[in-house]
């Protein structure tokens, strides 16, 4: 089991950006797809960002393509979520998760999570 440890949420305003970090246990870090998933009060976890393992190539949900970027740092075991141009509908928990496969997958596929970290958009 990898453990997950978010960190980076807090408060912004509109228009702000922050930065999330999810270190990993795990020495193969490397070999891990890593996502990122958010759920808001009342609504379900959704999917917004996921990274190939040993890869730069990320894929976005629409929602947040163009503002959103997610990168990693294997010598450091870590995948970070830049998050810009932040809206009040961006407001919830966000989650990274791990996936030792070269294929992401959907979030049923993942079977590692962190516990979360609070974002919290104000307008």
């Known amino acids: 089991q990898v453990q997950l440890v978010e960190s980076g949420g807090g408060l912004v305003q509109a228009g702000g950006s922050l930065r999330l970090s999810c270190v990993a246990s795990e020495p193969t870090f490397s070999s891990y797809c890593m996502g990122w998933f958010r759920q808001a009060p009342g609504k379900e976890r959704e999917f917004v960002a996921a990274?190939?393992?040993?890869?730069?190539?990320?894929i976005y949900a629409d929602v947040v393509k163009g503002r959103f970027t997610t990168s990693r740092d294997d010598a450091k075991n870590t995948v970070y979520l830049h998050m810009n141009n932040l809206k009040p509908e961006d407001t919830a928990v966000y989650y990274c998760?791990?996936?030792?496969?070269?294929?992401?997958?959907?979030?049923?596929?993942?079977?590692?999570w962190g516990q979360g970290t609070q974002v919290t958009v104000s307008s």
């Open positions: 998760a791990a996936r030792q496969s070269s294929v992401c997958g959907s979030q049923s596929d993942y079977n590692n």
């Open positions: 990274i190939l393992r040993r890869s730069t190539f990320a």
